[in-house]
């Protein structure tokens, strides 16, 4: 069974960085895609950044030129580097990956995504 584990969430001001971390326990080749949602309290969970297999990237309009998404293949790790942060930012982060033999595209909400970890929360201050 694929794990997915985050790490790197916490407390930051606005304007401030992180780095999100996903540890996967399946090597990337295993997925199509892997990716960053993430869902704030009472809103609906949406789309941070995804990376293909073949390195095909997508970010959210929200956090384009902010948030970069990449990867270390021999260490199946998932980054997502997070700078200049918002008020807005703050949410609870999940790292989600398709399985290989998926035949559905994942959505913006992550439906489609076959394995997501408990997710990180990331806190910025204003």
């Known amino acids: 069974q694929v794990q997915l584990v985050e790490s790197g969430g916490g407390l930051v001001q606005a304007g401030g960085s992180l780095r999100l971390s996903c540890a996967a326990s399946g090597t990337f080749f295993s997925f199509n895609a892997m990716g960053w949602y993430r869902q704030a309290p009472g809103l609906q969970r949406e789309l941070v950044a995804t990376i293909t297999i073949a390195g095909t990237i997508n970010y959210a309009d929200s956090v384009k030129g902010r948030f970069t998404i990449s990867r270390d293949i021999g260490k199946n790790t998932l980054y997502l580097q997070m700078n200049s942060l918002k008020p807005e930012d703050t949410a609870v982060y999940y790292c989600?990956?398709?399985?290989?033999?998926?035949?559905?595209?994942?959505?913006?909400?992550?439906?489609?995504?076959?394995?997501w970890g408990k997710g990180t929360l990331v806190t910025v201050s204003s």
């Open positions: 989600a990956a398709q399985r290989s033999t998926a035949r559905v595209a994942f959505t913006t909400t992550g439906n489609g995504m076959d394995y």
